[in-house]
């Protein structure tokens, strides 16, 4: 129809309640060759699926045993096309338009929330943090994973895609607050070390260790004091979690699944379903509860990586893949020492190692594991690719799992 775009089109047919997508999405794309996002309207040669040449899932058609030559498409290869989609990005955000196809609930109006939401009522929470994960990767890895794969399966099964969590969450438990790393993070950030030792990751008796202790205070408690202790903070954060889901709730959604992306965070995922269920309860008009369930993408990942199954993992190899994936240019493995000598900076902690002593004798036996995984040792988006696919085949199973529960 000359005069009125793809976009205008389906959004009228979705505010008549007819669910309409574009076949090949706006929404799959993936980073161009120059490492700058494409907008929503881009041709379709430089689109996700084009681009991982992965239209069916498994490669095909461009990489079945009889493909000699697999295509690969770069900008800059059909002109007239791409020329004619950046003639059209001006009108596109004249209009305001919103890709029908879009998954991030923050960035959605409301007709498009519902045609979603219609189709596949299932809301996705990250929850990661902010945390020290060495020279080499960002503050933001443990939500921008999470997030990256509750996009895609998204786009892939369905879905709409809540803002993550990424603040609230329990300092004890951040790779800078630890006894064996502290002295690092300090010189690599330049803060008081009195800033890693408000809340520690060590013993009572000042060893390594899991203990959390308070440190005392030596000023007025206000009235309005703010939670210090391991606990405290581990209530306020089940809490914040809790209420989010109630917000999810109150959206509309029916079913909800909690992606964690922060090792300690699992644990209090599932103590706030229990929160936010009981709160629910408490006034009829919200109807009952969303059925919820807490996925961990590590655990999922250990079929396709075996390494992960000898011990838990920080700022290795195969993070620093996955975040390569989820937000390229974030990762820099060219900061880590070159000195296979020297520890990699954040890489994993107690027991395994310590900042000052290097690996523990007493995980010999896994002490290859520790090399394998070690960020310097073939850290790459290629390898993150693969790993993420494995990761989102699993994903797959789960979201089906939860739509089909009544």
């Not at 690969?72 to 059909?78: I, Q």
């Not at 060590?202 to 009235?223: A, I, V, W």
């Not at 391991?230 to 809790?242: C, D, G, K, T, Y």
């Not at 008009?285 to 996925?295: I, N, Q, S, V």
Request: overall charge negative.
């Amino acid at each position: 129809m000359w005069g009125v775009s793809r976009d205008r089109f389906l959004q009228a047919l979705n505010a008549e309640g007819v669910f309409a997508v574009a076949y090949v999405n706006d929404a799959n794309y993936r980073f161009s060759p120059e490492s700058k996002p494409l907008e929503a309207g881009g041709p379709i040669h430089l689109r996700t699926i084009f681009q991982e040449r992965n239209l069916y899932g498994k490669g095909c058609p461009f990489q079945c045993p009889h493909v000699e030559h697999p295509p690969v498409y770069r900008r800059g290869d059909l002109p007239v096309s791409e020329a004619i989609a950046e003639r059209a990005r001006p009108h596109r955000r004249a209009e305001g338009l919103t890709a029908m196809d879009e998954v991030r609930f923050d960035r959605m109006v409301p007709s498009a929330i519902r045609a979603r939401r219609d189709a596949c009522n299932l809301a996705y929470l990250p929850v990661g943090s902010l945390e020290w994960h060495g020279p080499h990767m960002p503050f933001g890895t443990d939500y921008m994973t999470v997030t990256h794969l509750a996009e895609a399966a998204a786009r892939r099964f369905g879905g709409i895609v809540f803002p993550p969590i990424f603040y609230g969450d329990v300092r004890y438990h951040l790779q800078e607050c630890r006894l064996e790393w502290r002295q690092t993070y300090v010189r690599e950030m330049d803060v008081p070390e009195a800033y890693a030792e408000a809340f520690p990751l060590q013993n009572e008796d000042g060893s390594y260790g899991y203990g959390c202790p308070t440190q005392p205070d030596d000023g007025p408690l206000p009235d309005e004091a703010l939670p210090f202790s391991l606990a405290e903070q581990s209530r306020f954060f089940e809490q914040f979690i809790a209420r989010t889901l109630l917000t999810i709730h109150l959206y509309g959604f029916r079913r909800i699944l909690l992606l964690p992306g922060h090792g300690p965070n699992p644990g209090y995922c599932r103590a706030a379903e229990e929160v936010y269920r009981a709160n629910v309860a408490r006034r009829t008009a919200f109807g009952p509860p969303a059925k919820t369930l807490t996925w961990f993408y590590i655990e999922a990942a250990k079929e396709a990586e075996p390494l992960l199954k000898n011990h838990w993992i920080h700022a290795d190899k195969w993070e620093g893949s996955i975040t390569m994936v989820a937000a390229p240019g974030t990762v820099h493995p060219e900061l880590l020492p070159e000195d296979r000598g020297t520890l990699a900076p954040a890489y994993l902690g107690h027991p395994y190692l310590t900042e000052t002593d290097g690996y523990n004798p007493e995980y010999r036996s896994v002490w290859y594991s520790f090399d394998a995984l070690d960020p310097r040792n073939g850290t790459s988006e290629e390898y993150g690719r693969v790993q993420v696919e494995a990761i989102l085949k699993e994903l797959a199973e789960v979201v089906a799992g939860l739509m089909a529960r009544g």
